[in-house]
């Protein structure tokens, strides 16, 4: 499986940047995909997952009620809409798949990574 992230930006605090990452390969294997992101000097941490069938969601608290993860199976693209974004917002955002579906907030049970993608929050 190969993931292809796309959508960084520059944008300024409350506004809105969505992400997308494209997947190719061996789709069938992929149970979830999920989106993280790494703050300089800070660990990778969980923003939202999704599984390929569309019927479970999940994200991290602090972005609950901001992010918004969806899909097109038709493109295998899976979408991040960021909106009320705040500067701690800041970072380089990885989208990830994992085969199993197991543990989708634990960075260590994804199979597979698409490159970085920064996001900017400031004014």
């Known amino acids: 499986v190969q993931l292809q992230a796309s959508g960084r930006g520059l944008v300024q605090p409350g506004g809105f940047l969505r992400l997308s990452c494209a997947a190719s390969?061996?789709?069938?294997?992929?149970?979830?995909m999920g989106w993280y992101r790494q703050a300089p000097r800070k660990e990778r941490e969980f923003v939202a997952a999704?599984?390929?069938?569309?019927?479970?969601?999940y994200y991290s608290d602090s972005v609950k009620g901001r992010f918004t993860i969806s899909r097109d199976t038709a493109k295998n693209t899976v979408y991040l809409q960021m909106n009320s974004l705040k500067p701690e917002d800041t970072a380089v955002y990885y989208c990830?798949?994992?085969?199993?579906?197991?543990?989708?907030?634990?960075?260590?049970?994804?199979?597979?990574w698409g490159q970085g993608t920064k996001v900017t929050v400031s004014s």
């Open positions: 999704l599984s390929w069938s569309g019927d479970r969601t």
């Open positions: 390969g061996t789709i069938f294997s992929i149970n979830t």
């Open positions: 990830g798949a994992q085969r199993d579906g197991l543990r989708v907030e634990a960075v260590t049970s994804y199979d597979y």
